[in-house]
């Protein structure tokens, strides 16, 4: 039986939101004092970890530019600076004392050809590493590799928006033909339109929803064309031109397949 | 691709990841003693992924260079502080990335009320990673991604939002103009949910 402390049914829900470094600065402390009495918070904690870790090594990768291994090797050889964080980019001062600079470059030609004969081995071991990883992925196919890619692209896509400092929001309800039905639209003149919505009714055959966005021009410009899963919902983010009026409202209507230039079908969803 | 391949095999050696455990934890010993090749063992062998996790926090290529020499600059600084019973050093260096990030996310934002949060993570993560920690194969990524694609929408938001972007509940809650108990409730549920479906996974 783990030992739960009194304030645990107060501050219990919080280990999720602590887990995923969610709770705000006060919170956090609240909670770790408590963490530190509460052994079910403490497994819980443990368990959560890993899913949360695991987030930090799912994004795409890319190598770093070979620059940056030198910049960081060259801070770390220069022993008698700390190692600063570089707030700015590294300037180059140069000094009047000539000889003294001429000894100093020196010794950073003596230090870098020892540091050369080790970083030699080091991106062996690299390579090598690579290629393990390489034989890993082998038994994923060239397809599922491409698919994984653009889900992977898409969905950052999908998050920037609403990461984006200029976000608009707009709640689309249910219009008579689909009561039940909403939305919510995301959109970021930077990184496009977001949209969800649930409760949407199955559509006929050869017909697909289509998203409008609603300016103070007369005329909705078509933003894109979505399917719903069979549970009626959907999650699809759509490019908008950069040159986009500034949207007042969203609506969805269901349209011929494909889409249509401009609006013919009844409205399902209307937001403001 | 298969050159590559039947030339590993002839070589007949491939890395065995539980070395780099040691080899990490070589690497901080020695950088303690000030050895900078030590450093760039370390360097050569997470600088992509220390990279590749500032680029998706920061979406920038130039700031995501800066927190890469500031997480191997701290490594430097603090390896004789850093012990084997904190973890491993590769989940160290993860965790180093995002609160560079972050901080660098938060200073763009420039909201004075984060100011407690930026230097209270500049230190050693409290709860150390297990001590055998190691990063997760291309199939547990897999996975891992699979999951989060099927959570619902805003459930998947409201996670990234915290991990990516390092937003507080109350700000996700403000940025979707929900309720907070709401906000709340969906992070409970994805992280629930991804539980479940990777369990035995990672």
Known sequence: MAITPPNHAALGDQVELYVLDALTEPERRAFEAHLSTCEECRAQVDSLRPIVDSLGQIVPQHDPPAALRSRVLAAAAAPARAFEPPVARPRLVVHVVIPWLAAAAMLVVAVGSAIYATTLSSRVNALERRLAEAIARADVSDRQVAELRRTAASAQSQVAVLAAPDLLRIVLTGQPVAPRSSGRAFWSRSQGLMFTASNLPPLPTGRTYQVWVLTRQPAPIGAGVFKPDAAGRVAEWFATPADLPQPVGMAVTVEPDGGVPSPTGAMYLVGQ | ?202
Request: glycine share 4%; hydrophobic share 45%; no cysteine.
């Open chain 2, 1 to 202: 691709m298969w050159i590559f391949l039947s030339a590993a095999g002839g070589a007949g050696r491939l890395p065995r990841w539980t070395d780099d455990r040691e080899s990490d934890q070589q690497a901080l010993e020695r950088m303690a003693r000030g050895d900078a090749d030590a450093l760039a063992d370390l360097y050569d062998r997470h600088a992509a992924r220390v990279y590749s996790l500032a680029v998706r926090i920061v979406r920038d290529a130039s700031d995501a260079e800066d927190v890469v020499q500031e997480v191997f600059a701290q490594a430097w600084r603090q390896a004789s502080r850093y012990s084997a019973s904190r973890g491993a050093v590769a989940a160290w260096l993860l965790t180093l990335a995002r609160s560079r990030a972050i901080d660098r996310l938060r200073a763009r934002r420039a909201r004075p009320d984060q100011q407690v949060a930026e230097t209270a993570a500049t230190e050693l993560p409290d709860l150390a990673p297990p001590v055998d920690w190691q990063y997760l194969s291309a199939e547990q990524i897999r996975l891992v991604r699979a999951a989060l694609e099927q959570l619902p929408f805003l459930q998947r938001v409201a996670i990234e939002l915290a991990y990516f972007d390092g937003l507080t509940h109350v700000e996700i809650a403000a940025r979707l103009e929900e309720p907070l108990g709401t906000v709340k409730t969906r992070i409970r549920a994805a992280l629930t949910k991804l539980r479940e479906s990777l369990v035995g996974a990672v």
